[in-house]
Nanobody
């Protein structure tokens, strides 16, 4: 299993943007689908976005669709989540995860490797 390390979180004002990175080590990212999940205090884990290993499209949760873009650079063993027009309700710990599955990306149980997460805080 690969190890995942997220970065790019921080404090941002409402309406601002952030780009999260997820660097894989210990193996290639290329054959894996990558997803982003988030969890806010007192709330359940929520699917944010996923990009399959073949990378020609991405899938988004309804809460971020239209405001976020998932991408990947297999040469750098890195996946990204660009988030724009951030809202206070986007405040959460964002984690990336990898899977060999190519469907049901919102099912967290399908992911074998998880990063520790990066905190995103959106202030008004």
């Amino acid at each position: 299993q690969v190890q995942l390390d997220e970065s790019g979180g921080g404090l941002v004002e409402t309406g601002g943007s952030l780009r999260l990175s997820c660097v894989a080590s210990g193996g290639p990212l290329r054959p894996l689908s990558v997803a982003w999940f988030r969890q806010a205090p007192g709330k359940e884990r929520e699917f944010v976005a996923a990009i399959p290993w073949f990378g020609d499209s991405a899938y988004y949760g309804s809460s971020v669709k239209g405001r976020s873009t998932a991408s990947r650079d297999n040469a750098k063993n890195t996946a990204y989540l660009q988030m724009n027009s951030l809202k206070r309700e986007d405040t959460a710990v964002y984690s990336c995860a990898t899977t060999t599955y190519v469907s049901n990306f919102d099912d967290a149980s399908r992911y074998a490797s998880w990063g520790q997460g990066t905190q995103v805080t959106v202030s008004s």
